[in-house]
Nanobody, 122 residues
Framework: QVQLVESGGGLAQPGGSLGLSCAVS????????MAWYRQAPGKERELVAT???????SYAESVKGRFTISRDNAKNTVALQMNSLKPEDTAVYYC????????????????WGQGTQVTVSS
């Protein structure tokens, strides 16, 4: 089994900053892509940022230049630093990881965290 546990989030004022972290544990040989998604009330879940095992990053246009994704392969963690926050960043943020559970490249699957609330409001 694989578990993802998120931490961070909370309330921030417009223009402020927050950081999210996600720790992956369980049957892990290798974590390939890791990502952050978010879902605002009444909207579909959307991709915010991704990072590959080698550190290549991509961002949604709406967060480019404001959010930074990073990972620690030794600790199986991924983080999202969010700066210059806007009210439209308010959402539940979810961590996602593509996990290879053993040395053989089989049974590779995607796992989700439970979500953490980010609210941007004055």
């Amino acid at each position: 089994q694989v578990q993802l546990v998120e931490s961070g989030g909370g309330l921030a004022q417009p223009g402020g900053s927050l950081g999210l972290s996600c720790a992956v544990s369980g049957s892990i040989f290798r974590i390939d892509a890791m990502a952050w998604y978010r879902q605002a009330p009444g909207k579909e879940r959307e991709l915010v940022a991704t990072i590959t095992y080698g550190g290549s990053k991509s961002y949604a246009e709406s967060v480019k230049g404001r959010f930074t994704i990073s990972r620690d392969n030794a600790k199986n963690t991924v983080a999202l630093q969010m700066n210059s926050l806007k009210p439209e960043d308010t959402a539940v943020y979810y961590c996602n990881a593509k996990v290879q559970p053993s040395r053989l490249p089989i049974n590779i699957d995607y796992y989700w965290g439970q979500g953490t609330q980010v609210t941007v409001s004055s």
